[in-house]
């Protein structure tokens, strides 16, 4: 398989190919409960498929109204999906109930992105390391790769991910990281 590099390719076309990526990822979470995402956007609009993946992944379940006739109902049911993020650790910045019912399509593959990285990342383990531990020492690991200039005592810690992607594409010389290429 080719290396795409998102970050330079046409934005509709990434957009669709983080779409189908996170319909993707939502329909192998959603399995168990006989749920099936088409399209992320529609479907997530009613609250109840995501609450059933938030249901899914972290085991709990959550308050919801089944009939969901009117739009005010919806907004109920993200409003409690959202709550139960919140409650569950996780920091949502200028998401609202009101942007996924819209189909906002940036604001909902934020909210998808940062379900993966809450459920998906802080549950990877290895060996007896796990979660935001594993996290960190994966960030030590790369802060230990880059080096910025000439002088090896020169060296800038990467705090998150996107700055590990920005500090390796200076390392290498190249302001336009390809980010398929990252090993």
Same mark, same amino acid.
């Given at each position: 398989? +080719?290396?795409?590099?998102?970050?330079?390719?046409?934005?509709?076309?990434?957009?669709?190919?983080?779409?189908?990526?996170?319909?993707?990822?939502?329909?192998?979470?959603?399995? =168990?409960?006989?749920? &099936?995402?088409?399209?992320?956007?529609?479907?997530?609009?009613?609250?109840?498929?995501?609450?059933?993946?938030?249901?899914?992944?972290?085991?709990? =379940?959550?308050?919801? *109204?089944?009939?969901?006739?009117?739009?005010?109902?919806? #907004?109920?049911? @993200?409003?409690?999906?959202?709550?139960? @993020? &919140?409650? &569950?650790?996780?920091? @949502?910045?200028?998401?609202?109930? +009101?942007?996924?019912?819209?189909?906002?399509?940036?604001?909902? #593959?934020?909210?998808?992105?940062?379900?993966?990285?809450?459920?998906?990342? &802080?549950?990877?383990?290895?060996?007896?390391? *796990?979660?935001?531990?594993?996290?960190?020492? #994966?960030?030590?690991?790369?802060?230990?790769?880059?080096?910025?200039?000439?002088?090896?005592?020169?060296?800038?810690?990467?705090?998150?991910?996107? *700055?590990?992607?920005?500090?390796?594409?200076?390392?290498?010389?190249?302001?336009? =990281?390809?980010?398929?290429?990252?090993?």
């Amino acid at each position: 398989m +080719e290396a795409v590099d998102l970050k330079y390719s046409d934005p509709v076309q990434r957009d669709n190919i983080q779409k189908r990526t996170f319909t993707r990822w939502a329909n192998v979470q959603l399995k =168990p409960s006989q749920v &099936e995402v088409e399209d992320l956007y529609d479907d997530l609009k009613d609250g109840l498929k995501l609450i059933a993946l938030l249901e899914n992944l972290s085991k709990k =379940p959550i308050k919801k *109204t089944q009939r969901v006739k009117m739009n005010i109902h919806k #907004l109920q049911n @993200l409003e409690y999906a959202l709550r139960h @993020l &919140e409650k &569950e650790g996780v920091k @949502l910045v200028n998401i609202s109930n +009101e942007d996924i019912l819209s189909g906002n399509h940036k604001l909902t #593959l934020g909210l998808i992105w940062t379900i993966i990285c809450r459920y998906q990342f &802080e549950n990877l383990s290895m060996g007896n390391v *796990t979660g935001g531990k594993l996290k960190s020492l #994966l960030l030590a690991k790369c802060n230990q790769s880059i080096m910025i200039g000439t002088s090896s005592s020169r060296i800038m810690h990467a705090k998150k991910a996107a *700055t590990v992607w920005r500090m390796k594409g200076k390392r290498n010389g190249n302001h336009k =990281p390809n980010l398929g290429s990252v090993s």
